[in-house]
Nanobody, 124 residues
Framework: QVQLIESGGGLVQAGGSLRLSCAASGRTFSSYAMGWFRQAPGKEREFVAGIDRGGGSIAYAVSVKGRFTISRDNAKNTVYLQMNNLKPEDTAVYYC?????????????????WGQGTQVTVSS
């Protein structure tokens, strides 16, 4: 069992930055690929970024590539999402998720554990 707790969300103006963190419980964090997803009001949850167990393989959604950076610190059981040049369309609840896979996957159905989410609101 893995428990995930996101933090770092908030209200920011367009062009601003936020850094999300996701802290995981347990001693097996490094056994999971990690992903960030988001869900905007009235829309389906979508993949944002993912990172494999060791941090050597990373994937981004086209909409955030070049603006967001995912990273992880296995010693701290934490995965991060640095979000720069935020846009109003980035407004959503952001979730982190853990996947037992050895590769990064973009399908939410593949992920085994989910956090409760953190709200990110970008004003224009």
């Amino acid at each position: 069992q893995v428990q995930l707790i996101e933090s770092g969300g908030g209200l920011v103006q367009a062009g601003g930055s936020l850094r999300l963190s996701c802290a995981a419980s347990g001693r097996t964090f490094s056994s999971y690929a990690m992903g960030w997803f988001r869900q905007a009001p009235g829309k389906e949850r979508e993949f944002v970024a993912g990172i494999d167990r060791g941090g050597g393989s990373i994937a981004y959604a086209v909409s955030v590539k070049g603006r967001f950076t995912i990273s992880r610190d296995n010693a701290k059981n934490t995965v991060y999402l640095q979000m720069n040049n935020l846009k109003p369309e980035d407004t959503a609840v952001y979730y982190c998720a853990a996947d037992r896979s050895t590769i990064v996957r973009q399908y939410e159905s593949r992920y085994d554990y989910w956090g409760q989410g953190t709200q990110v609101t970008v004003s224009s």
